[in-house]
């Protein structure tokens, strides 16, 4: 009846159907296009994540590797040094080593002063010979081999001394016939005439490996009529090794790393486990372990050689038993220490990618499922990003420990961030150093030495962030900060100053903190300049570091090393840049070294404006006018008169922290001096006192004050006698 009406129902059915399926297809495709979209950005974000935690795990590897070439070095170099500094201080006093007073004791006190060295001997052309062996109970056994001349047996005794040093045991031994010119030491430095390293090898007394460095000693006709010794187990290195692998698993970077040392023989030199570079062949004898013997190393070994030999790069990728490992093989620097060593480090590429590949498997099957379930679309993105922001976090936090947040956030979130390159630009520069550390960390144990340096810099980085400091690099007890680098602010060296005044201030928790681990006191200089400096990546495209470069640089160390223990010394540039809101507390004129003309530094006492912080202002320290005659012997340690001369000064005044002293020549205000020794009448003290000149009382006769800048224990006890029996 109505055909048209049939017609158009179909018509609007047919067209229904095609909008629902274009609806379909259009959600289909967003949803496809999504997927796509999502697998596309986890893609690329499992990439850029892998790529600069792979650059950034290259930096520590490489770190990793120079702190195990500068641990190694720096435990050897003490052998080398005193090897060496013995061979040309005895001249021609090896001629008697059985009754060489001298030489025996110079050789006991080095090894009580090194306790990686264990035996110090030496041998003459004429056969005899004379070992100091310190035991692991710390006394010293002296062997003694003497020889008539006429090729008779020799004599060799040994005597066995207690901790004190007192002899309580002498025994001769008429079966030894030791020969020095037959050991292959003695051998190595006459015939290089120079610093000889021995093969590895495993001591036979202590069942260790380890290695002897000798030197050869001259008369003065040039003659060869010696060569000294020094023995040095290699099972420190070893146990900084286990150290240093633990350290690494718990910041989660190369949880199953393999850390090693080689030489040209293949030999393992050192290992986290100190038992490893051994292999007992029975019957107490041992043999070093070969490289071919551990587990993954000769693939590692195969690889460098590899590389090596098709002039590729150190560090490359290998793949043992299915799992792929990132390696590092460096060769020790010939020019610094001539020792045919190379440190292997193995890393399995999981434990720096693992959570990545593992995060990138998630998100793929879960961006698949998308497409059944729109309605998780968005918490998988949501998920997706909370995991970047955990990995962004990881980054910084793990490599935050290495570089400040500020140059971390360069490095990941600006395109030029890891290339090459700087800028000139006004800075403000900060160093700091503790007063006497030096002299103080040659009596105290390593472990202590490094815990008050840990309490110390603690303390100190929470108030360098507190300012926006960024700290360029701690060099031992020193801190060098910048004020301008990365981020530039107008209030840079107000700034620097206000942090300067905290870091004062917080020094009363870090010699809290060392009253309660039972450690001495200590003191603090910082020196500040402002100026321009070269500021920016620089190195290698292999190794680099932000840091800078410049004579503002050289400038504010010289700054810095004018001050005593409290005080903050400013360069004009500073003053000027605080714009008057500095309180001055003094001000005196210096000639750096590297500056033409003179200039005025100040020292700070505070600073107004928004900062508002101020130190105590100082109070002059009574002097004691001193009763009895007391001699200082001094030597001065810069100005014109520095050198090894000894002068002698007699002691007018004393307090703890200062004294004026009658001297026989004029020494110039900032000057350090070392007091060597004190002498009170008949008696006689040796100290290891430093001071700097604060002020120059008169001319003639020759009066200044000094302030202590060091006081060791025992030199502190000889000024309480003073005090408390001499004035």
């Known amino acids: 009846m109505f055909p048209f009406f049939k017609s158009n129902k179909k018509s609007d059915a047919s067209s229904i159907t095609g909008k629902e399926s274009r609806s379909f297809e259009i959600i289909f495709f967003s949803l496809t296009a999504l997927v796509i979209s999502v697998m596309i950005v986890t893609g690329y974000s499992y990439i850029s994540n892998k790529t600069a935690i792979e650059s950034l795990s290259e930096e520590v590897i490489f ?70 062996k310190r035991n692991k109970d710390g006394s010293i056994s002296t062997k003694i081999v003497k020889r008539d001349g006429k090729g008779g047996d020799p004599t060799v005794k040994w005597i066995h001394r207690d901790k004190m040093g007192k002899v309580i045991d002498e025994v001769v031994d008429p079966n030894d016939k030791y020969d020095p010119r037959e050991r292959p030491w003695y051998q190595g430095a006459k015939s290089t005439k120079t610093l000889f390293w021995s093969d590895l090898y495993i001591f036979a007394t202590d069942k260790v490996p380890g290695v002897t460095a000798s030197s050869p000693v001259f008369n003065s006709q040039d003659e060869l009529v010696g060569v000294f010794g020094l023995d040095i187990p290699l099972i420190t290195i070893s146990e900084f090794l286990a150290k240093l692998k633990l350290d690494l698993q718990s910041k989660n970077v190369g949880k199953s790393s393999i850390i090693f040392i080689v030489n040209s023989k293949k030999e393992v030199v050192a290992y986290p486990d100190s038992s490893i570079p051994m292999i007992d062949l029975g019957g107490g004898k041992f043999r070093p372990r070969l490289v071919s013997e551990l587990e993954h190393v000769p693939q590692v070994v195969e690889s460098y050689q590899y590389h090596i030999d098709n002039d590729l790069d150190e560090k490359f990728n290998l793949e043992v038993n299915g799992i792929k490992y990132i390696a590092s093989y460096q060769p020790f620097n010939r020019d610094d220490f001539n020792k045919d060593w190379t440190i292997g480090l193995v890393v399995p590429e ?70 090459l390159g700087g800028d000139k630009r006004v800075v403000t520069i900060m160093m700091t150093d503790l007063r006497g550390f030096t002299s103080l960390g040659e009596r105290l144990p390593a472990e202590s030495v490094v815990n008050m340096i840990n309490i110390y810099l603690d303390c100190m980085t929470d108030v360098i962030y507190k300012y926006n400091g960024t700290i360029d690099e701690f060099i031992g007890d020193a801190i060098l900060v910048i004020f301008g680098a990365p981020m530039q602010r107008e209030d840079d060296a107000a700034r620097a100053v206000a942090c300067a005044i905290d870091m004062q201030k917080a020094m009363l928790e870090v010699n809290k903190r060392n009253r309660e681990e039972g450690y001495p006191e200590v003191a603090m200089g910082i020196g500040i300049n402002t100026g321009d400096i070269v500021v920016g990546n620089i190195g290698s495209s292999k190794r680099m570091k932000y840091g800078v470069v410049g004579k503002n640089v050289n400038l504010t160390s010289r700054v810095e090393s004018y001050t005593v223990g409290g005080q903050i010394l400013v360069a004009p540039s500073t003053v000027e840049a605080c714009k008057g809101i500095l309180r001055i507390d003094d001000q005196f004129e210096v000639m750096p070294k590297g500056v033409n003309t003179p200039i005025t530094i100040s020292e700070i006492g505070g600073i107004g404006g928004e900062f508002d912080t101020f130190l105590p202002e100082k109070k002059s320290i009574p002097l004691n006018k001193v009763k009895s005659k007391v001699i200082f012997e001094i030597n001065v340690l810069a100005g014109k008169h520095a050198g090894n001369d000894m ?54 006769p020759i009066h200044f004050r000094i302030n202590f800048t060091s006081t060791p224990p025992e030199s502190g006890n000889v000024l309480k006698e003073i005090l408390s029996k001499h004035i």
């Open 63 to 132: 770190e990793i590797n120079q702190l195990v070439f500068q641990e190694s070095k720096n435990y050897l170099m003490t052998a080398v040094d005193m090897t060496e500094l013995s061979s040309k201080i005895t001249g021609e006093r090896v001629d008697s080593l059985d009754s060489n007073v001298g030489l025996n004791s110079l050789m006991i006190n080095i090894l009580k002063l090194h306790p990686q060295l264990t035996n110090f001997e030496i041998g003459n052309e004429d056969g005899n010979f004379l070992m100091q």
């Open 350 to 419: 999981d434990d720096l990618i693992g959570p990545i590949k593992r995060t990138n498997r998630m998100l793929i099957g879960t961006s698949i499922a998308i497409l059944l379930v729109a309605i998780i679309l968005g918490g998988i993105l949501l998920g997706i990003k909370k995991s970047l922001d955990t990995k962004s976090r990881f980054i910084k936090e793990t490599f935050g420990k290495y570089l400040s947040d500020e140059i971390v956030n360069n490095i990941l979130e600006t395109p030029g961030g890891m290339q």
């Open 647 to 700: 002068h002698e000064a007699t002691l007018l005044e004393l307090a703890m922290e200062e004294a004026v002293l009658d001297a026989p020549i004029e020494v110039e205000k900032l000057n350090n001096i070392k007091i060597t020794g004190v002498r009170i009448g008949d008696q006689h003290f040796k100290t290891d006192l430093y001071g700097k000149v604060i002020k120059n009382i008169s001319s003639n």
